[in-house]
T-cell receptor, first 111, second 113 residues
Framework: GENVEQHPSTLSVQEGDSAVIKCTYS??????FPWYKQELGKRPQLIID?????GEKKDQRIAVTLNKTAKHFSLHITETQPEDSAVYFC??????????FGKGTMLLVSP | GAGVSQTPSNKVTEKGKYVELRCDPI?????LYWYRQSLGQGPEFLIY????????DSGLPNDRFFAVRPEGSVSTLKIQRTERGDSAVYLC???????????FGQGTRLTVV
């Protein structure tokens, strides 16, 4: 089955800095890669996703890049704000498998 | 419309008891997933329904865990002879089809004492 590794497990940045979270996956058949944000005690919420037919996708301060050859994808947050502080999860799936999640990255943005 | 709804939000049960956790998916969503999330971990897949049938139950840890979705909408996760290690947040998610955005419920926090 699919295995998703996520790094780092914790990330501390100053407000205004950029944050990058990286994930690798094992199943070459995976073609859908969402990122979820989970605030303490709340449900995971999708913030951005990418499919394997594109290499990059942006939505305001958030971007995701995908390297299918290397089987890794990354989340980039620019101009971080304190409200970006949360746990971020990457995930991967194919048409034959359900979403497999990474272990999460706790992002702390200090004012 | 409403999002994914899970009940109860919290459940405390004694070791050895039977529990049922309910999930109401978003109307029209054919795919439904159950995940288990322990503190500090990512959601761990348990079972996936496409319509009424379990398309993938490979994540169920053992035969104490069972889930149904008899009419292709509401799903119930059933845990027999609960153990303290079953304590976790059980998350349900639904999506319009497989391999698309999954919308999560708030989860049921199960505590086995």
């Amino acid at each position: 089955g699919e295995n998703v590794e996520q790094h780092p497990s914790t990330l501390s940045v100053q407000e205004g800095d950029s944050a990058v979270i990286k994930c690798t996956y094992s199943d070459s058949a995976s073609n859908y890669f969402p990122w979820y944000k989970q605030e303490l005690g709340k449900r995971p919420q999708l913030i951005i996703d990418i499919r394997s037919n594109v290499g990059e996708k942006k939505d305001q301060r958030i971007a995701v890049t995908l390297n299918k050859t290397a089987k890794h994808f990354s989340l980039h947050i620019t101009e971080t704000q304190p409200e970006d502080s949360a746990v971020y999860f990457c995930a991967a799936s194919s048409g034959y498998s359900t979403l497999t999640f990474g272990k999460g990255t706790m992002l702390l943005v200090s004012p | 419309g409403a999002g994914v709804s899970q009940t109860p939000s919290n459940k405390v049960t004694e070791k050895g008891k039977y529990v049922e956790l309910r999930c109401d998916p978003i109307s029209g969503h054919t795919a439904l997933y159950w995940y288990r999330q322990s503190l500090g971990q990512g959601p761990e897949f348990l079972i996936y329904f496409q319509g009424t049938g379990a398309a993938d139950d490979s994540g169920l840890p053992n035969d104490r865990f069972f889930a149904v979705r008899p009419e292709g909408s509401v799903s119930t996760l059933k845990i027999q002879r609960t153990e303290r290690g079953d304590s976790a947040v059980y998350l349900c998610a639904s999506s319009p089809a497989s391999n698309t955005e999954a919308f999560f419920g708030q989860g049921t926090r199960l505590t086995v004492v």
